[in-house]
């Protein structure tokens, strides 16, 4: 049994069954139901044409549930078991479900779980376990979002931005077990760039290939963060640069400028120098300029902070930071690095004390809590 | 979406408005207490936001380690403890916002005469297993 060829084939089926008419939340279950078929049948009969077979058994199931509702509600209604023709033929069925599940009437929890279970084709046990929640609480998130976009017209045009937000959320969960949800992430967005050519989707998933290309790299064998400047190079993974490094050149060259496409530009700058010391930080600061003026993020501006530091030295970064809110998540952190950098152990220790006090992850806790350590060590 | 821990105590948080000591109440008011934290976890289980809930005994007993070879001395329970932990819910949500909101609604659990005990309840992030990609 194949599962990633059903995995792949879930979302084209759901697609399909969508544009004949039915409601996403019935055709889901209807291509769920053909699933589990598929597990029990294909091994002893395997089909011809997959695809085919899958659509032929989601639809008789759709039409079942579909009769059985009808004729519990209003008996004299007689649905028509010919396919429904969908006025787009041309349209693709798998891109209008990405644009279905990262609705913006979905809270982002929501549009993430149905977009793992429809597009990604994960059962409701794999995303629970992977958001480390009960299985009935999954269920419910996923139902609850199911129903919310059952009543939504599949015929309008989707918002791009939306869905990268959706699979850049997915990429940002990480891994938990069996499901590696940056993979997960990367696989669709690799779709969802294929099928759109939209500049911002290739920067997308140019930003997660080159940053997944150096997770081998971005945690010890205990679990601790290892930061850039101390990681083992050769760990990363030249093949994913390299990748993802010609899908941003390309997406750069059509002069459309996004923030995925400027994080993109920065990661490649990073993954380019073969040292720390190579790092071009004078361009990987003109390229934050481009991403503050992108989106005024506060988080632009505190890692801007950073490599202003790196290039200029570290009076230019504290005084650029002296222009941020103290209060943003991190700043202590960035505070603590660049006056330690400054040749102020004393003062970095203190705030390396205080941002392990607000650190967000364990990981991050207790690397910031070991620099405090070490400074305290040398004091 | 991120966990959070609402915490009951038995003591150590601040009184609650409606202080009545439970034993004090009538059977009725003490059902309807329970049953409005039965519904307030049901319904965030349809909401999706349910992780886990659990009551805790007063009845702690403290344990450490002593020396090889040599049974944990545990003493307790501590009469005199400041800080006692009653139960938890764990609550996975959108924003802090919605959590502080949560705790508020159950923390309006009736008590005495039927009025809310304006209960304080300790609500605390968990710290997440993964970093976040952030650069």
Redesign the interface.
């Known amino acids: 049994m194949n599962e990633s060829l059903l995995q792949e084939l879930t979302p084209i089926v759901i697609g399909v069954l969508v544009r004949r008419g039915a409601d996403f939340a019935t055709a889901e279950d209807a291509v769920q139901d053909a699933l589990l078929e598929a597990v029990h049948v294909w091994p002893d009969d395997p089909p011809q044409n997959p695809k085919g077979w899958l659509i032929t058994v989601a639809w008789r199931k759709f039409l079942d549930t579909a009769r059985a509702e009808t004729s519990r509600r209003h008996r004299e209604t007689r649905l028509e078991s010919e396919p429904i023709p969908g006025p787009g033929e041309a349209a693709d069925d798998t891109l209008q479900l990405y644009f279905l599940c990262a609705h913006p009437s979905l809270?982002?929890?929501?549009a993430v779980a149905l977009t793992l279970r429809a597009l990604g084709g994960l059962t409701t046990r794999q995303i629970a376990h992977a958001?480390?929640?009960?299985e009935?609480?999954?269920a419910?998130?996923?139902s609850?979002a199911k129903r919310t976009v059952s009543d939504i017209r599949f015929n309008q045009p989707g918002d791009v931005a939306t869905v990268l937000r959706v699979l850049y959320l997915v990429?940002?969960?990480?891994?938990?077990g069996d499901i590696d949800l940056a993979g997960e992430a990367i696989r669709l967005t690799r779709q969802l760039a294929t099928k759109t050519n939209h500049e911002e989707a290739a920067g997308l998933l140019a930003l997660m290939l080159l940053?997944h290309a150096r997770r081998p790299a971005r945690t010890g064998p205990d679990g601790r963060?290892i930061p850039l400047t101390e990681q083992d190079r050769s760990l990363w993974n030249t093949r994913l640069i390299t990748e993802g490094v010609d899908v941003l050149q390309t997406a750069l060259t059509r002069d459309r400028l996004g923030e995925f496409q400027a994080?993109a530009a920065?990661?490649a700058l990073?993954a380019d120098a073969r040292t720390a010391e190579e790092t071009d930080w004078i361009q990987i600061v003109e390229w934050y300029d481009e991403l503050v003026r992108l989106t005024d993020s506060p988080?632009a501006r505190l890692?801007r902070a950073v490599a202003v530091g790196e290039a200029n030295g570290p009076q230019a970064g504290l005084a650029a930071l002296t222009e941020l809110d103290p209060a943003l998540p991190?700043h202590p952190a960035v505070a603590a690095y660049l006056h330690e950098r400054d040749g102020d152990p004393v003062t970095a220790a203190r705030l390396y004390t205080e941002a392990a006090r607000q650190?967000?992850?364990?990981?991050?806790?207790d690397h910031l809590t070991r620099q405090a350590a070490r400074l305290n060590a040398q004091l | 979406m991120a966990k959070y821990l609402l915490l009951k105590h038995y003591r150590g948080a601040p009184a609650p408005v409606n202080d009545t000591p439970m034993d004090q109440w009538t059977p009725e008011e003490l059902s309807a207490h329970v049953q409005y934290m039965q519904d307030f976890a049901a319904r965030l289980e349809d909401t999706g936001e349910f992780v886990d809930s659990q009551a805790l005994s007063p009845q702690g007993t403290f344990v450490r380690y002593d020396g090889e070879g040599r049974p944990p001395i545990t003493d307790g329970p501590f009469a005199e403890t400041k800080d006692l932990i009653a139960g938890w819910m764990v609550i996975d949500v959108e924003t802090h916002e919605r959590a502080l909101e949560l705790a508020g609604e159950l923390s309006a659990a009736p008590g005495a005469g039927g009025k809310p005990i304006h209960e304080w309840l300790e609500v605390r992030p968990f710290l997440v297993e993964q970093p976040t990609v952030i650069e």
């Open positions: 809270t982002p929890a929501s958001y480390l929640v009960p009935p609480t999954m419910q998130r996923i609850r990429f940002n969960e990480g891994y938990t940053h963060l994080q920065i990661a990073h988080v890692n991190r650190a967000p992850s364990l990981p991050e806790r």
